[in-house]
Structures are given as C-alpha cells and as structure tokens.
C-alpha cells in the first residue's frame, strides 16, 4: 500500500512540474509581405515582464519560458501577434504590417 501511495505521489508530482516547466525559446521574426528580417522586435511572455528584442538578422532567444506559455511579438507598424508555446522551443514568426500607423513612426518599404 504504501508503495502505491508513494508511486502516485511521485506521478503526481512529475506532472504538475511538466506543466509549469520552464525553457528557452528561440526563432526569428521576419516581415510577412518581403520576408526580410525585423531588427528590433519586441519578443514577451504574454502577463509578465520576461521579454527580449530581435537582433539585426530578427533572431531571438527567450528564456524561462513556460511550456504552456504564451509569447507575444509586436513591433511598430505591425500588428501584434500572439503564439501559443506549447511546448516547443522553435517559433517562427511573420509578423503583418498595419494599415494603422502610429505618429512617429516609420513604416517599412
């Protein structure tokens, strides 16, 4: 009996911890129209402060991400976009430009 118990604790517990399972995340984000790379795009864990930007080639590494997550990638002129994690570590992006356009802003070309 007592073996039972111990057994399903230690199931228990292995997936609960599954679930809040935290890990890198990485990708690229690029324009959809052109597909060149976005320098400079804001990468978060959707309601936390856990972020990063893309580099010069658009590429991005996240870390503590949790398996269930999900990121949010937004940069001016573009419309936001939310990407369920879900469990993966490689998201790709292509991110669609706005035809609202914010004042002090550049759109690309």
């Known amino acids: 009996m007592k073996k039972v118990i ?3 604790l230690l199931f228990i517990t292995t997936i609960v911890l599954a679930q809040n399972f935290t890990g890198v995340v990485s990708g690229t984000v690029i324009f959809e129209s052109d597909k060149t790379p976005i320098p400079g795009a ?3 864990v959707k309601g936390t402060t856990n ?3 893309t580099n010069i080639d658009g590429k991005y590494s996240l870390s503590g991400v949790p398996a ?3 990121l ?3 940069f001016p ?6 990407i369920q994690v879900k ?5 790709n992006v292509a991110l669609k ?3 609202y356009i914010p004042i002090g802003t550049i759109p690309h070309k």
Not at 77 to 82: D, I, K, W
Not at 87 to 91: A, K, P, V
């Open 51 to 53: 972020g990063t930007i």
């Open 68 to 70: 269930n997550g999900v």
């Open 97 to 99: 430009e706005s035809s």
């Open 6 to 8: 111990l057994f399903s």
């Open 72 to 74: 949010v990638f937004g």
């Open 87 to 91: 469990g993966r570590s490689i998201i």
């Open 77 to 82: 002129g573009c419309e936001p976009q939310e």
């Open 42 to 44: 804001t990468v978060v």
